[in-house]
Nanobody, 128 residues
């Protein structure tokens, strides 16, 4: 099973940008669809974005479409989430996820309990 470690979270002002990274180890990275989820305080985990095995297809939640960009570097076994025009409502713990069978669109319907791998999370706080 692949292991995931997120980094890049922090405190940022509204309107600014942040990039998250997720480093994978343990299995062949490019066999997996990779994705990002988030959980705001007191709320359920929400899907954010996902990218297919070879990077040819991506999928975004409506709430981040046009502001966030997901990408992957298979040579580095790393997936990135570039977050622009951040809003206070983007404040959450962001989790990296991996799945060997779902494509990017299908990952949006999966949860922590049904995904192949889940990271420990990184906190993003957006101040107004």
């Amino acid at each position: 099973q692949v292991q995931l470690v997120e980094s890049g979270g922090g405190l940022v002002q509204s309107g600014h940008s942040l990039i998250l990274s997720c480093a994978a180890s343990g299995r062949t990275f490019d066999d997996y669809t990779m994705g990002w989820f988030r959980q705001a305080p007191g709320k359920d985990q929400d899907f954010v974005s996902a990218i297919n095995w070879g990077g040819g297809g991506t999928y975004y939640a409506d709430s981040v479409k046009g502001r966030f960009t997901i990408s992957r570097d298979n040579a580095k076994s790393t997936v990135y989430l570039q977050m622009n025009s951040l809003k206070p409502e983007d404040t959450a713990v962001y989790y990296c996820a991996a799945d060997k069978h779902a494509n990017a669109r299908a990952m949006g319907f999966l949860t922590k309990n049904t995904l192949d791998a889940w990271g420990q999370g990184t906190l993003v706080t957006v101040s107004s």
